[in-house]
């Protein structure tokens, strides 16, 4: 379609006022229009004043994107015309439509970026100058400020979004550095000419002054309106320049005047908007980075800034949330920027302002309310509170010693704070279902600030939370949010209390068992038992303690809404006080018998409980353990023949799942071979001898154990046929397959060399399942079999016919025969586990593989480079896995040395297709894994394969020249040590293969350039 006006005008009306397919096409058409070199005429026309204002504003916007891209079509002596044309058009537009005038004032900004310094070496001052010249005395004195204003401020931004070779971005950000004072110079005048005529009406601007000498230009502005816009848009200019960093000593009025600005704003104005941008040009200015050069200065400013505090309260009492979590933040960003100094400055004359500093960001902690429904501002400061904790810890102890008397106060009354901010709201209907996630995540921030308190006050903290946890017991027995928040904050600081702690934390175990468990609200029962499994170290050292405790937990499994925390804390405790559980073991396990038996427990809480169960069996005598097994396992198993008799159907499936799930944990929990503690020298010993009784897992009892007295061994003996009918009832199933393997792994790990004679019936049922439906979770087993056992096992024969046959039927998901037509796709999580178990037993046992008759290495290797072709970068790290182990070892196995001989060059091959476009950009990485082993191991191979396959015309893509990929060969065979640089070789010649080199995306992920001519 011609590019004509009427065509472009029906387009624009066609975009914005048609239907979606409609409005899909006439798109196309003008971003069409827009890359087409007629762009840099016909924008001039549909910017003509008659025309509609959607075709201005794609006249305006094609501009902008023609310079901003397509810059070099521009030929050098055009640049004055386009000049002309650019101030005229904003000249024309200076009364609107804005959105026109916007992109207008974007393009010459585009404009200034791309011809200075070269063309246009002085275009800040030239431009301060043409805004006071005659061609602009026709526009309202207001205007030109605020245009002017507008083009200052887009720079900026427009320089970090704009895409220009490196170099000549680094000229241009020297030459806007240069500016910066000029350009802040200007904002300074308005906004002092603003001040000073506030309350005064009239022309904001009466004339711009601009003297310019040979080494500084300045600017005076005189104002005699105060226009909210212009003074927005003042401190706007100042905020993106002040990106580029400047002495704080040449910000001395800026920001006082920034002060009066956010003070005059915030308290005697309808609209905020100015205080708000006032506080983010004050953040910018003293979060800069050159900022920390002049510590002195930087003081006095936080000193200056210390007066907003007032306007806090101010917000709470208007409700202005906006403008008070501006103010926060700009207490908080500047106390973190500086964190460092102000410590030091405690030290010093200096102290109070950097108290005074932290006292605001404590009052900003502690603003009133409830997050996140009725302040948002107390969130904000919790990083700043980590932050001083960890300079002070890492003072020298002098001054640690020193700072300590100072900043303890503080963290006291931080965690007074904390302790009401963490707590429920009384009205529970103030949450909906999102404040409530919000505040779960907000409460756990609070918890990790109540650590970082606890690392400067240390046993301290517990002295305060018991205090007030005493304190609520007795005064607020009607509400229950304080003494929850009491018990959150003790399981809080639990990771950093010493295990010898024995001062604060038996009492507070004391309250703890006192407390009425059957009137107290769920919210603080839960929050009780938490805190009972956070505490599972220290009672492993305190097991005097556990007979307080072990009652509470056992209470809550018998309520639905507590047994979460139940289940969770008895996890805890028998994972770290095992052996101290034993006097319990039988209270233990009848509740648990009995509530499982029950079925009132939610799925995963029965499948928690288990680990307990397993974990307190384990300690038990065998024929202790096999009588409870009877009680819990033959319901279970009795289930399971149940549901196998039923038909398949969502609730079947679930109830299995859940059996094999509780089996599976049973067998990976309970493992006779502990090292028990002998009572009487434990007594004797006490707690200092603790570590020297660790459990091993492969350590032994008083006396040994047989495979026989394994009671894993035993269980899984029982289920073995119950768990083929599983299989071969759902055999079709994955979540079941995987179920019922976990079951099988986690009793092998348990048992390891004790499960030996039952490897064949186990291998029997892999091979069974894998022929019908190949499955990652039956890899994942058959890899663990085959690392237990080895070459040397009576079984090793079961273990080639094993891993020969998954072999085959791994292999045949790639021939064209099979249901899925060779398309690998839909199995790679099986591809990527069977490469991941090749490659383990090539590192780790080759011979294992090697030995097995039939086993063709080669088969393999050709099977990984398909699957080097697949979109998953897991799967195609796995095949990298395969290529390296095989080529590492291949100088040591005739067999190896074969296969890579052979095919090596077709990998390569494979190799620069996927390099060359054929595979997904993300997957390039890991290839050069590949190719560097094979420079190490294989050079003089890999240095005749690849100039040979380079050679070939267009290959691997008709992009790169023959010089390039001459080049690119070359460095790749140098490279045999750098991995890092191999990967930025082989990225940067992949870009060159796709056509992506000097794009945006190649900007934003390459660091560095092939440094060929062509390029």
Known sequence: MEYSIGNFEQAVSQFYYTDAVLQAQAHQWLVTAQTSTNAWSFVWELLQKERSAEVQFFAATTLHMKIMKSWNEVPCKEYEALRKH????????SVGPKIVLNRLCIALSAYILQTMPGYWPNAISELLVMFQSSDFQGLA???????????????PEEFESMNMIQRHKATVRHELEKTTPQVLSLVQSVLAEAEKNSETNGSLCNNITTTTTTTTTTTTITTNDNSNEILCQAVRCAITWLHFGISLIDCDQLATLLVRVVIKYSINSSSTEAAELGIEALDQMLTHPDASKMPSIVMNFIQRILCLKDIINHCQDCDNQDLMTNLCSLFVTVGEAHSQLLLRCLMSEMRDVSLQLLQVILSCTNCPGNYPTQETCSQLTFGIWYIIQDELINLEPVDYSSLLPILGPIYQELVLILLRKSQYPHDSTEFSSEDKETFRWYRQDVADTLMYCCNVLHESTLEILLTQLQNTLISAKSAWQPLESCLHAFAAVSENIDENENKYLPVFFTVLQSLPFDTLDIHVATTALDVVGSYATWLDFHPDILGR??????MGLNNSDAALSATMSLKYLSRECQTELKPYAEVILQTSQRVLSEGKMKQDECVRLMYTVGKVLSILPLDSILQYLDNLL?????QIKTLLEQEPSVTVKSNLLVRMKMLGMLMGTLDVNVKLIDEDEHNNSGVESKTDHQVSSHGTNDQCHSS??????IVLKHLMHVLNAVINKWSTDTSILQAVFSVFKHGVTTLLEDCIPLIPNIIDIILNSYKRLPTASAIDLAKQISLLMGRTSPHTQHIHNLLLLITVHTLHLAKPDFHT????????DVVELYLQLIATLIKKNPLLLLEIEHFNISDVFQFAMKALMLPELPTVRAAVGLFTAVISQSREYDALLMCVQIHGEELVERLLRCIGGEASRINIEPLSDIILVLNKKHCDNISRWLPALLARPDFPSSRPSNQTKAHFSKMVLKERVNKRKLQEIVREFSLVCRGLVNTEYAAQTSASRIATPDL
């Open 86 to 93: 650019l101030l005229e058009a904003i000249f024309n537009y």
């Open 821 to 828: 037509g060779g398309d690998l796709k839909p199995y790679t």
């Open 708 to 713: 026989q007295s394994q009671p894993v061994f």
């Open 141 to 155: 004195p207001d205007r030109r400020v605020w245009i002017l204003l507008e083009v200052l401020t887009v720079i």
């Open 549 to 554: 405790v072990i009652p509470l937990l056992l």
């Open 634 to 638: 033959l319901p279970c198993v009795d």
